[in-house]
């Protein structure tokens, strides 16, 4: 019983349809969970009424599994696994999700990704590779893939859309060139990387290579890019802003907030902010 109300209330989408929590006589087209996002592991669960994907596979397969659980999402309904880059917060527990799911969920990576992927002991599922930049039709996904600015080999950002609904995808970036905004234009939902505070950085623990390589063009976006760009360019179709895969170390909750609040004034915009914890579960979005 207990269990019943609980996939009422989170937007259930188990027999298909999904019904918005405050007012369940609506459907939502797409369903989101960031189910975590930070340097300890990335991994977001993206549902429609037909197709259940995740974006990543970041954290553990039981830690992965469990989350998808609370938000009443049955694992084994998964129907593929799209990877943004090779960076272990992004793989880590890809080849036990994989196995646990019959090694029948195809993995869809870039020709620079897939070769990089490590099954270990597991049987490699299908992997489905495309070019960096390349759009696709994933049953009722329209997916487009876009290069990203970051130190790994061929990392991609994502939009999926779904009747109209435009999901956007874009952490793990040392700053947002002009295509990679032009790919946010039209975002009902931006998932977008708020790592670091610059000041913080640079008084902060890590040695200095690795300050030099989270700073650089090729590294990951500060507090500070994210607000110019929510000042000057971000969306007005935007509903949902989630800023994410913040730095445990170089930011904070508060510190995200606010300064993307401020942003959010100037450009006389509000759409919804949440700011994911790290090696913590979001909300579910609803669109
Ligand atoms: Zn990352
Ligand atoms: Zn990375």
New binding site residues.
């Given amino acids: 019983m207990r269990w019943h109300r609980m996939l009422r209330s989170r937007g259930r989408s188990g027999r298909g349809l999904i019904y918005h929590e405050r007012d369940p006589g609506r459907l939502a087209i797409v369903k989101a969970c960031v189910l975590a996002s930070s340097?300890a592991g990335n991994s977001i669960f993206l549902a429609t009424e037909k197709t259940r994907v995740l974006v990543d596979a970041g954290i553990n397969r039981k830690e992965t599994f469990a989350r998808l659980a609370a938000i009443g999402e049955d694992p084994g309904r998964l129907d593929a696994i799209f990877i943004?880059?090779e960076?272990t917060?992004?793989i880590s527990g890809l080849p036990v999700i994989s196995r646990a799911l019959g090694g029948r969920v195809p993995v869809f990576a870039t020709h620079g990704t897939a070769p990089l992927l490590d099954w270990g002991n597991s049987p490699a599922p299908p992997v489905e590779t495309f070019q960096a930049g390349a759009a696709f039709d994933f049953r009722d996904l329209r997916v487009q893939s876009f290069t990203l600015p970051?130190?790994?080999t061929d990392?991609v950002g994502y939009t999926f859309t779904a009747q109209g609904i435009k999901i956007a995808i874009a952490?793990?970036l040392g700053y947002l060139p002009e295509s990679v905004k032009y790919h946010l234009r039209g975002a009902h939902f931006l998932l977008l990387e708020s790592n670091h505070h610059p000041e913080l950085l640079k008084v902060g623990p890590y040695p200095w290579h690795l300050k030099q390589r989270i700073l650089s063009r090729n590294g990951?976006l500060s507090n500070d890019a994210a607000c110019e760009y929510i000042a000057s360019e971000l969306p007005g179709e935007t509903q949902w802003l989630v800023l994410g895969h913040l730095s445990e170390q170089n930011n904070t909750i508060w510190e995200a907030e606010l300064s993307a609040r401020q942003a959010l004034r100037r450009r006389g915009l509000e759409p919804r902010l949440v700011v994911v914890e790290p090696r913590r579960q979001s909300e579910v979005f609803l669109l």
């Fill in positions: 340097s943004t880059h960076h917060d992004h970051h130190d790994a990392p952490t793990d990951h």
